[in-house]
């Protein structure tokens, strides 16, 4: 019964092999990494773009009118550029309208975050609170169709929206014009 | 004879192993890349809808007695799905209606056919935001 152990080529080849797989294996791990990474910017850019467009149309759609500014709870808005403040006629719990009642929406940006806040008549089935409806915004724009908020008929929201994984940036760009359609 | 190393290959059963292995990996890693892919596709379908919603919102607002003839139509955001192209249809419903059917095509980059997205809707003489 010979004992022998491994040849000096057997034990290279292993090594080799050993080698082999861990260097694939560690690149597989930084490619789904990357892929990930990249994968999370495309549908951030993305989906932050389409949602605050979604936001903005639920507030411009059923809007009865553009206001100057409104004194909210947390603070006074001005519509612009930049910012939108927009009337809505209460509904009650069936989507009727509430005569002579209004609820307030003010569409903003803090830093590269877009924020909705709706202030409701407390006849309204609005509920009063803020949303966050997208991150990553690198430039949101209002156009009226109007100079005179009071005459303004449709607002054109344009969108920018912007992540970066390592050199590479992933931007969205979304262009919308939405009319009041309670005017 | 019985000093003699008994040299054996593998079973076909082991090769089989081995070969469902490696292609449930490949598998695997083709599965994740293109994810990515499925994420701009994703995004195209996206902008393609605004567009389409874009320009059924603006035909709407103009009214019945405004709406064009069939053709295509522009849009700022066109240029950025690859090779998009909008195009819409009218045609008469009945005699004070008409059909508006609203098509964004486009192609991604590594596809043969185009993609693309439609919206139908219809347009009477009475109403309208204007």
Same mark, same amino acid.
């Given at each position: 019964m010979s004992r022998r152990g491994f040849t000096l080529v057997e034990v290279v080849i292993l090594i080799g092999l050993i080698g082999l797989i861990l260097t694939v294996l560690s690149s597989l791990f930084l490619i789904f990494n990357r892929t990930a990474k990249v994968q999370d910017a495309l549908v951030s850019t993305a989906g932050s773009a389409g949602s605050i467009v979604n936001g903005i149309q639920a507030v411009v759609h059923p809007a009865d009118q553009v206001l100057v500014s409104h004194a909210f709870a947390t603070g006074t808005y001005a519509s612009g550029t930049s910012t939108l403040v927009a009337q809505i006629p209460s509904i009650d719990s069936s989507g009727n309208v509430v005569a002579s009642k209004e609820d307030y929406a003010v569409i903003y940006q803090t830093g590269t975050s877009v924020y909705r806040r709706i202030e409701a008549d407390a006849a309204s089935s609005r509920q009063t609170g803020t949303k966050l409806?997208?991150?990553?915004?690198s430039s949101l724009t209002f156009t009226y169709d109007q100079v005179d908020f009071s005459q303004v008929a449709s607002v054109t929201v344009d969108i920018g929206t912007q992540a970066a994984v390592k050199q590479q940036t992933f931007t969205s760009h979304l262009r919308e014009r939405i009319y009041l359609r309670n005017r | 004879m019985a000093t003699t190393p008994h040299l054996r290959g593998f079973s076909l059963v082991e090769v089989l192993v081995a070969i469902a292995i490696i292609g449930i990996m490949l598998v695997l890693f083709h599965a994740v890349l293109s994810t990515s892919h499925l994420a701009r596709a994703a995004k195209d379908q996206d902008i393609a809808l605004k567009i389409a919603e874009n320009e059924l919102d603006g035909l709407r607002a103009g009214g019945y007695d405004a709406l064009p003839a069939s053709g295509s139509f522009t849009d700022s /955001? /066109?240029?950025? /799905?690859?090779s998009g192209a909008g195009s819409l249809t009218v045609s008469d419903l009945n005699a004070k209606t008409k059909q508006i059917v609203v098509t964004v095509s486009w192609r991604e980059h590594d596809e043969i056919a185009n993609r693309s997205v439609v919206l139908t809707t219809l347009i009477t003489n009475v109403g309208g935001l204007q």
């Open positions: 409806l997208g991150i990553n915004s | /955001l /066109l240029s950025t /799905l690859p």
